[in-house]
């Protein structure tokens, strides 16, 4: 009988761990939340320059990357829907992008 206990707990927990995981693949935002670096990084491997964000509301962030090759700051106007992706504005160009894992655990280095 203390067997059988045992097997289920290893399985809950192994099943646990693995909906954990699927959601840290899925949907990092809603498992690790919204951070700064996050939002940074993810704008950084779209708009392909250095980026700087503060929040303004919760889905909400100002943003300004630096473009090495004009040498210039762009603002950028970002705005996080609830499934993660997002949508920078700025006044000469639009780039869209989603948290993902690399964001959060930086797989790339900035």
């Known amino acids: 009988m203390a067997k059988r206990g045992a097997v289920i707990l290893a399985s809950a ?3 646990s ?3 954990l995981a ?3 693949v899925a949907v990092p935002e809603r498992l690790f939340g919204l951070s700064r670096d996050a939002i940074e990084y993810s704008l950084y491997r779209q ?3 250095t980026a700087e964000c503060k929040r303004r509301s919760p ?3 100002q943003c300004v990357v630096f473009d090495g090759q004009e040498s210039i700051d762009i ?3 970002l705005r996080v829907s609830p499934n993660g992706c997002w949508t920078a504005t700025s006044p ?3 780039v ?3 948290l993902g894992l690399e964001d959060y655990v930086r797989v790339m280095e900035r």
């Open 75 to 77: 603002p950028y106007d």
């Open 96 to 98: 869209n992008g989603c």
């Open 59 to 61: 889905w909400r962030w």
């Open 22 to 24: 699927v959601l840290a």
């Open 47 to 49: 708009a392909e320059g």
């Open 92 to 94: 000469t160009r639009t």
């Open 13 to 15: 927990v192994i099943g």
């Open 17 to 19: 761990l693995l909906t």
